[in-house]
């Protein structure tokens, strides 16, 4: 167990920046996970934990020790890899034991640690198998195993469950959180799965290009994101934006159609500002009053608990589909081509600069 | 696979059938005429038509074989003449393995300057045979003092492009996370090397044993260049003197006995080692 620190570490490939800068403390015990689009870097800057690519810049420490120059094994993480990476010639046993052999220990106390570890995971039926005579699920738990019996400091997930199917993903979600609570290592988790970093993280790093957009809980990138890409990411459905301005006969947001929204003037920026107002379809429903927006729905899907309405808008941003999706209660009846006549929680309404994409002050 | 084969009515199994009895006739045919050679008398092969069935003689052949009438060609037993091959194709065999699997390692897992260069040179000698460079091979084993050695024999032909290029190809199957895990688990190059990469083609390494040692068993130019002295000769080079022109000179029975003998040790590894060869050329365990 240790704390971890990455102080402005960057990576770049000949002259192409692909991480630039990233910066975090992670506290003993801690669970964050890097989240964000493919090709963000997120594995590239998990591998640079690991030992597995060089650090072009900045610095690595693990339990206050710098680690940039040494050698994975040298670093004491463990790390479990996307595809398991078990070695396909070796037993289960063998596989969780081959890393504490190499580390010299033997003997009873290898057996002890193994079985401990296997137990943990109820894997103590399949230590004689081979990696080819296991499910997918099972493959998994062996190499959460071959991890966990190392006892590291930190602990490495880069995308462990992105192989197996849904219903499987969830349970081994948490598992993982479970067990890592319980071991109380401090682990980094990789995912380009916005649900399973919500749910298993402490933290979360939202990365998007090489760049850490935020880094903060999951509720606090949920309730306030600090950029247009964090807001569009974390969610699902993701969160509606509408392009406008602030001004208006009552001091509100001109959206592009011309239509206009009444916000609590207290918080808005001055008058003039280019804006994007970003909305959950959570938090937008069927208006009873005075509505807010009235548009019409192109499509429903039905989920049961909830339906989506998706429908069409004038304008957009920056390329984004001009879609705008409300999640309405799953017994209310539409389909599509009904107009629906909407108001939005003005708590949960969010205010972006048109043109840095970064959060305007809270409304 | 079944929709691939061209008929599966009677009639096309049994033509199938003909036309692999037949080519298995063709193919056999030779070897069944040299092993019914060597049991008759040489007074029996000189008067044709030679029988086609096993004659009296195989024991007194086999015995003279054995026990040295034939010493008088070069002066050297067949026991050492076999020995001599099983020494010269084992090595090549294994000599080839070993450098084209390091070779192989060194390119697919490691990053130095001018890999590509080292992995296109190695490729480009697959287009030189060790005919085109036996004159220069010549000298320098004569300037290394290795004519009429093991070692001389064996050497400059253990150097393998083909299995270089076979290995790389195996190699680069294997998926890097494979690597990274064990470097994560603490093992160095030598330690993956021995624990991860060689049990892996293991069934890679059968197989192309078995196609190398046949290899180094048959081969004729180089051992008969590069030995002078009869003790040193492989049983090829041994059977080719044997053969002497004037046909009456020749022992016809006791030529036939070592080619029979020669053909033997190739067979018994082919039988022996088939399962791991089909094993090593259809499936990997990944």
């Given amino acids: 167990m240790a704390t971890l620190s990455l102080k402005d570490v960057r990576k770049s490939y000949g002259r192409t920046e692909v991480v630039h800068g990233v910066s975090i403390d992670v506290a003993d015990g801690e669970f964050v996970v890097i989240v964000g689009p493919s090709g963000c870097g997120k594995s590239t800057l998990l591998r640079m934990v690991a030992g597995l690519e060089e650090i072009s810049a900045g610095l690595i420490e693990i339990g206050g020790k710098v680690v940039n120059r040494l050698e994975p094994r040298a670093r004491d993480i463990a790390m479990v890899f996307q595809n398991y990476a078990l070695y396909p010639h070796m037993s289960v046993f063998d596989n969780m034991a081959y890393g504490l052999r190499i580390a010299g220990i033997r003997g009873e106390d ?202 069409r808008l004038e304008g957009d941003v920056k390329g984004r589909e001009n879609e705008f999706v409300v999640r309405l209660p799953g017994f209310t009846r539409v389909a599509a081509g009904d107009a629906l006549s909407l108001s939005f929680d003005k708590r949960a309404v969010h205010l972006f600069d048109r043109a840095s994409g970064n959060r305007l002050a809270d409304v | 696979m079944a929709e691939g084969m061209v008929g599966t009515s009677r009639r096309s199994i049994a033509t199938g059938h003909l036309l692999l009895i037949l080519g298995c006739v063709i193919v056999a045919f030779p070897i069944w005429y040299v092993t019914v050679a060597s049991t008759h008398s040489l007074r029996t092969i000189l008067n044709p038509p030679l029988p086609m069935l096993p004659g009296p003689e195989a024991y007194a052949n086999y015995f003279d074989a054995f026990t040295g009438s034939i010493t008088r060609i070069g002066g050297v037993s067949v026991e050492r003449l076999l020995v001599n091959t099983t020494i010269v194709a084992l090595g090549i065999a294994i000599g080839k393995i070993i450098i084209s699997m390091a070779s192989a390692y060194a390119i697919v897992f490691f990053r130095f300057p001018l890999r590509m260069a080292c992995f296109w040179l190695i490729f480009i000698t697959l287009m030189l045979p060790v005919e085109v460079r036996i004159m220069p091979t010549y000298k320098v084993m004569v300037d290394l003092g290795l004519i009429d050695t093991y070692a001389g024999l064996i050497l400059p032909l253990i150097a393998s492009a083909t299995a270089t290029l076979l290995f790389r190809q195996f190699f680069m199957t294997i998926p890097n996370e494979l690597f990274e895990a064990a470097r994560v688990d603490g093992a160095g190059p030598w330690r993956f090397f021995k624990d991860i990469l060689l049990p892996l083609s293991a069934t890679n390494i059968a197989a192309l044993f078995v196609i190398l040692f046949i290899y180094g068993w048959t081969q004729y130019l180089w051992p008969l260049l590069v030995t002078n002295s009869s003790s040193m000769n492989t049983i090829v080079i041994a059977l080719r003197k044997m053969i002497s022109f004037a046909d009456a000179d020749t022992p016809w029975n006791l030529v036939m006995v070592t080619s029979v003998l020669a053909i033997l040790p190739p067979v018994l590894i082919v039988v022996l080692m088939q399962r791991w060869f089909v094993k090593g050329l259809v499936e990997t365990e990944k």
């Fill in chain 1, 110 to 311: 290898l057996k002890a640690r193994v079985a401990k570890a296997a137990a943990m995971l109820d894997l103590a039926a399949l230590l004689d198998r081979k990696p080819r005579q296991l499910s997918g699920g099972q493959r998994q738990r062996v190499a959460m195993g071959r991890a966990l019996v190392r006892n590291p400091a930190v602990f490495l997930f880069d995308e462990p469950l992105s192989n197996l199917d849904a219903k499987l993903r969830v349970s081994m979600r948490l598992q993982i959180k479970e067990l890592q609570r319980s071991v109380g290592i401090t682990s980094i988790y990789v995912t380009h799965d916005q649900v399973e970093a919500m749910t298993l993280a402490d933290r979360l790093i939202v990365m998007n290009a090489g760049v850490a957009e935020q880094i903060d809980t999951p509720m606090a990138l949920y309730t306030r994101p600090a950029n247009i890409f964090v807001a569009g990411f974390i969610g699902s459905p993701a969160m509606n934006m509408i392009v406008g301005e602030v001004g208006g006969a009552r001091r509100g947001v001109v959206l592009n159609g011309g239509r206009e929204i009444a916000l609590p003037k207290t918080k808005l920026p001055p008058a003039g500002t280019q804006i994007v107002l970003g909305i959950r379809p959570e938090h937008v429903k069927l208006a009873t009053g005075k509505p807010d927006l009235a548009l019409t729905v192109a499509a429903v899907e039905t989920l049961g608990a909830d339906a989506l309405a998706h429908c």
